[in-house]
């Protein structure tokens, strides 16, 4: 899936919640960082929600959560 740097994707990124298994609900980038993780080792869904995931994998490991969450409120 092609990286898309719009204003957009990353406002959906920073409001897409969970639609499944146990943090079905959570916003993203509230769901912690070992999730990701493991989900890196056993491979992300396929389509939008699992290239969304491998996104936030890189802004939790890059410690940059607080830039999402910020999105999030004022937007």
Same mark, same amino acid.
């Given at each position: 899936?092609? +990286?898309d740097n719009?204003?957009?994707a990353l406002l959906e990124l920073a409001n897409y919640k969970m639609p499944f298994g146990k943090y079905k609900g959570e916003?993203? +980038?509230d769901i912690p960082e070992y999730y990701y993780t493991w989900f890196k080792q056993k491979g992300f869904p396929e389509g939008k929600l699992g290239f969304m995931m491998q996104?936030?994998?890189e802004i939790k490991i890059n410690g940059l959560?607080?830039?999402v969450r910020?999105?999030?409120k004022n937007f």
């Open positions: 899936m092609p +990286v719009s204003k957009e916003y993203l +980038v996104q936030m994998h959560e607080a830039i910020t999105l999030r």
